[in-house]
T-cell receptor
């Protein structure tokens, strides 16, 4: 089952903050976050593991609430380069199911 | 490092024709995946492989077949293309599939007329 993302779309001015949420009806052991720019491939941002360990390489933070089966991605002091579609992915067996995405547009 | 390479990048097929999409990775990853992306639908899993010689069905496997004869290659076949298979296809690979991120190829835009 696909995780559910909210909101579907966000428009920000440069420097503003945004939160993207991802929820699942199934127990979560890990959550992945990816960003896709228009016409390009999705790019891995980070993974959050059960127990609180976070692995990633971008200056974007996230939280993982195992009890609520939710994850949130926090984009602070947004830059123009943050524009794109953000996907969360949750494991189903050995592969990820992705949400439908959240479109983020950062304007000058 | 090339990462994940998909060929071809674009293709137009007539209904009923067949074709094979090739995915190659040079990172020695065990896990490989095929997804399709349609507007408003996100990425939907077609098939995946957890190692050389293995394949498994994903969420939307009908009309597709796959093979993983070599660890570095994962092929997606369409035996008889239908307009509903018009989509952007992404291949991805991962070191273990559980606690590691996916590396995606640049995609294949397929149009079936």
């Amino acid at each position: 089952q696909q995780p559910v993302q909210s909101p579907q779309a966000v428009i920000l001015r440069e420097g503003e903050d945004a939160v993207i949420n991802c929820s699942s009806s199934k127990a979560l052991y890990s959550v992945h976050w990816y960003r896709q720019k228009h016409g390009e491939a999705p790019v891995f941002l980070m993974i959050l593991l059960k127990g609180g360990e976070q692995k990633g390489h971008e200056k974007i933070s996230a939280s993982f609430n195992e009890k609520k089966q939710q994850s949130s991605l926090y984009l602070t002091a947004s830059q123009l380069s943050y524009s794109g579609t953000y996907f969360c992915g949750t494991l189903s067996g050995y592969a990820l199911n992705f949400g439908k995405g959240t479109s983020l547009l950062v304007t000058p | 490092n090339a990462g994940v390479t998909q060929t071809p990048k674009f293709r137009v097929l007539k209904t009923g024709q067949s074709m094979t999409l090739l995915c190659a990775q040079d990172m020695n990853h065990e896990y490989m995946y095929w997804y399709r992306q349609d507007p408003g639908m996100g990425l939907r899993l077609i098939h995946y492989s957890v190692g050389e010689g293995t394949t498994a069905k994903g969420e939307v496997p009908d009309g597709y077949n796959v093979s993983r004869l070599k660890k570095q290659n994962f092929l997606l076949g369409l035996e008889s293309a239908a307009p509903s298979q018009t989509s952007v296809y992404f291949c991805a690979s991962s070191y273990s599939g559980v606690n590691y991120g996916y590396t995606f190829g640049s995609g294949t835009r397929l149009t079936v007329v």
